[in-house]
């Protein structure tokens, strides 16, 4: 059978690494590194009802080359963004092509976890597995026995490493309950002659708790084979052909999943130079956002004046050819034409501020034309009353969020959007950093997802918070200065995940 082939070369690979690399010295250079991982792998395939760990695979004994181009960092890159929640990476030389460079890179460029994917017979691999930057490593049920398969889930667990535990039959499902694996992995390819058979997975889903992980492995194709899981309570599907075999691995990402039945609104932040305004309105998202606080983007008045001016005027000049063709060009400039087709929607317009007084904030927001003021300070429930009563225009307030109740605390205020965005003990706002989004896994009320938003973990953010809108600064700049390529292709994605 392959599989013995394959083991015999893992046996002569593992003693021909050990002699270039000391097994002590590998071992050491593990366990001085943090085994207080959290089990990232586990977190990421519990986040959404429905997770895609994909492969970054370059040949299959059963398949041989699948990919003789292999921009492996790329593939990977382009797997995070299309949202996946791990990627597996192949370091099977011999038979699979793969390689310990590819772990090592994917891993120290991508946010989301990875597993080694390997034939894992020696402790060694898994000291390797750690040094690599891997964040699990896959145990075959056919290469190993019980206290084996034991001791390695043990060992990898002591240093903050995931087991991914691969059965194919009853017997080795069984194997895998009792080595306690908190993930089990069922294989529908069968070893011994390569056919696939997606049913193998849902024959042998129930033999698994439900707090036990279950992933089904190869042969997947379409969204039918994922809803085919999906009905069968499986909730992690692990792909590699299929995803290496597509040119956009964004739009088969979409595709698998389904339509998303809404479309997030999307306010971009910290606008603060007029040379950005035509990429704004070419991205078209539902909000401008401009700050008014102390920060890095500020802008005066006069430049949100200019900013708003500049934004509806290039807008109206865009679109109103095609979205009031009626009235395009009679209205003297753009705000009368706004007024003259009420029912042509430009970009909003919100105003940032911390801690402004009511006064100002309905001075500034009549000056500039703003629909909407967004509170960053500490402005408690009275004064958004208190400023309701004096405007009209929409009041949003800002909350950093470092639990679920600094959330709950909100549900009832009377902002009309609240913006959830993460803690810093020194900052306001536009961080770039993420907070825990389980968080609002329970709050009940419409709320834009702010704080280090970007093209990387947008696809998951829908997904998984299903936020009313989403709020990006940090994202789309390079080196503190908005950059029209990012706004481009944040808005690309967006467009390609949620509909
Ligand atoms: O962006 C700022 O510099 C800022 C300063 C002070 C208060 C609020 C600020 N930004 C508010 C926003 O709405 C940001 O878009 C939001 O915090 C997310 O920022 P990021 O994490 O950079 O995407």
């Given at each position: 059978m392959i599989l013995d082939k394959i083991v015999e070369a893992t046996k002569i690979r593992v003693a021909q690494e050990k002699e270039v690399e000391m097994p002590k010295a590998v071992k050491a250079a593990a366990l001085a590194?943090?085994?207080?991982?959290?089990f990232p792998f586990e977190v990421a395939l519990r986040q959404q009802d429905f997770n895609f760990i994909c492969e970054v695979k370059k040949?299959?004994?059963?398949?041989?080359?699948?990919?003789?181009?292999?921009?492996y960092l790329d593939i990977a890159k382009e797997y995070e963004v299309a949202g996946a929640a791990a990627i597996s990476v192949l370091?099977?030389?011999?038979?699979?092509?793969?390689?310990?460079k590819y772990l090592q890179e994917i891993a120290s460029t991508v946010k989301i976890p990875v597993l080694r994917k390997d034939f894992i017979i020696d402790e060694y691999q898994i000291y390797q597995a750690k040094v690599w930057g891997a964040s699990a490593i896959l145990l075959i049920c056919a290469c190993l026995d019980v206290p084996t398969l034991t001791k390695f889930r043990e060992l990898a667990d002591s240093l903050g490493l995931s087991s991914l535990v691969e059965a194919h039959d009853e017997k080795e499902v069984q194997m895998a309950i009792d080595c306690g694996a908190r993930i089990i992995g069922v294989n529908?390819?069968?070893?011994?002659?390569?056919t696939v058979d997606v049913q193998n997975s849902v024959r042998l889903?129930?033999?698994?708790?439900?707090d036990v992980i279950f992933v089904s492995e190869s042969g997947l194709e379409t969204p039918e084979d994922i809803q085919v899981l999906r009905d069968n309570n499986i909730g992690v599907a692990l792909m590699g052909e299929t995803f290496m075999r597509s040119p956009n691995k964004v739009e088969k990402l979409a595709y698998l999943y389904g339509p998303t039945y809404y479309t997030p609104k999307v306010k971009m932040c910290g606008?603060?130079?007029?040379?950005t305004i035509p990429a704004v309105v070419e991205a078209k998202p539902n909000y401008m956002g401009l700050v008014?606080?102390?920060?890095?983007r500020q802008v005066t008045v006069d430049q949100a004046k200019t900013l708003v001016e500049e934004l509806h005027k290039q807008y109206a000049k865009t679109y109103s050819a095609v979205e009031?063709?009626?009235?395009?060009?009679?209205?003297?400039d753009s705000k009368e034409f706004v007024q003259e087709n009420p029912?042509?929607?430009?970009i909003k317009t919100v105003g940032v501020f911390v801690n402004e007084t009511v006064d100002n904030l309905v001075a500034i927001a009549n000056e500039v034309n703003l629909d909407a003021v967004q509170l960053h300070g500490d402005e408690d429930e009275a004064f958004i009353q208190a400023l309701k009563e004096k405007t009209d225009v929409e009041v949003w307030k800002a909350v950093q969020i470092r639990s679920a109740a600094d959330a709950e605390a909100w549900?009832?205020?009377?902002?009309?959007m609240l913006l959830f965005d993460a803690y810093h003990k020194d900052e306001r706002?536009?961080?770039g950093e993420v907070f825990?989004?389980?968080?609002?896994?329970?709050?009940e009320r419409p709320f834009m997802l702010a704080g280090g938003i970007d093209s990387t973990n947008v696809a998951r953010a829908i997904r998984t918070v299903r936020p009313y809108g989403i709020d990006i600064s940090s994202g789309i700049e390079t080196d503190g200065v908005k950059d029209d390529e990012k706004i481009k292709a944040f808005t690309n994605i967006v467009r390609t995940i949620a509909h």
């Open positions: 590194l943090p085994s207080d991982t959290g040949a299959s004994p059963s398949k041989g080359i699948i990919a003789e181009h292999f921009p370091t099977e030389p011999d038979f699979f092509k793969g390689d310990k529908n390819r069968n070893l011994k002659d390569f889903r129930n033999l698994v708790q439900d606008i603060s130079k007029v040379d008014f606080a102390p920060s890095k009031a063709p009626m009235n395009a060009g009679t209205a003297q029912n042509f929607e430009s549900i009832d205020s009377s902002a009309d706002g536009g961080t825990d989004w389980s968080c609002l896994d329970e709050f």
